[in-house]
């Protein structure tokens, strides 16, 4: 990234309102048609702002920004514990990328790569190599884990709302030889 990029740092209680903005903005723009109409209009930003506190917060997990000059938050990414102990995944995963998010006019510059090698360092840090993520099968930005040494691991069916969702897991078996 060149010096006029996003920097990546660790996320601080402060950004949890930034946070909770480009969560409910991305998910307005990009999961249309995947998340209920009802789903999208009822996602309020104190909820999410307390889902990120938490987050920061947690003894067990972890959450990076990227901020640019002005300075506004333009992407997260957190991670932490594998959560969904019930889906059958090709290899074992500890550890789970829970969001991805770049603000819609801060992308394809490398701030997603650099927010999902940040988690990866930090679940490092930890000694955890192996991380996972679910996404919506059928989602148009799929193609984005491939290019990072992420590989399809697994899927499993979903409710959000009252809608049914497909889901699609992407793995990395050990992050220090196929991301960071
Ligand atoms: C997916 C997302 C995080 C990518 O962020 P980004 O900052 O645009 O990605 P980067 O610029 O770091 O791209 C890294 C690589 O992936 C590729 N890429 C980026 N977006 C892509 C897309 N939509 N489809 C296919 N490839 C993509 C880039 O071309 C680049 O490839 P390279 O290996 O040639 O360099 C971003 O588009 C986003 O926030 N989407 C909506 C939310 C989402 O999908 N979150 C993840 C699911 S939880």
């Not at 790569?113 to 000694?127: F, Y």
């Amino acid at each position: 990234m060149s010096e006029n990029q996003p920097r990546i740092r660790p996320a601080r209680p402060a950004d949890a309102p930034a946070m909770a903005h480009v969560h409910i903005a991305t998910w307005r723009s990009d999961y249309r048609g995947f998340a209920p109409d009802d789903y999208l209009a009822a996602l309020s930003i104190t909820d999410e702002q307390r889902f990120y506190e938490d987050i920061i917060g947690g003894p067990e997990t972890m959450a990076f920004v990227a901020e640019d000059c002005a300075p506004r938050v333009v992407g997260l990414s957190t991670c932490g514990p594998y959560r969904d102990e019930g889906a059958l995944l090709d290899g074992e995963y500890s550890a789970e990328l829970y969001n991805l998010y770049v603000a819609a006019d801060a992308r394809t510059s490398g701030v997603g790569r650099e927010l999902v090698r940040a988690a990866a360092r930090g679940l490092a840090s930890r000694g955890v190599r192996s991380m996972m993520l679910w996404t919506f099968d059928g989602y148009a930005s799929n193609s984005f884990y491939p290019r990072l040494g992420g590989r399809i691991v697994g899927r499993r069916q979903a409710m959000i709302g009252n809608k049914r969702v497909h889901d699609l897991a992407f793995g990395w078996d050990d992050t220090l030889t196929s991301l960071l």
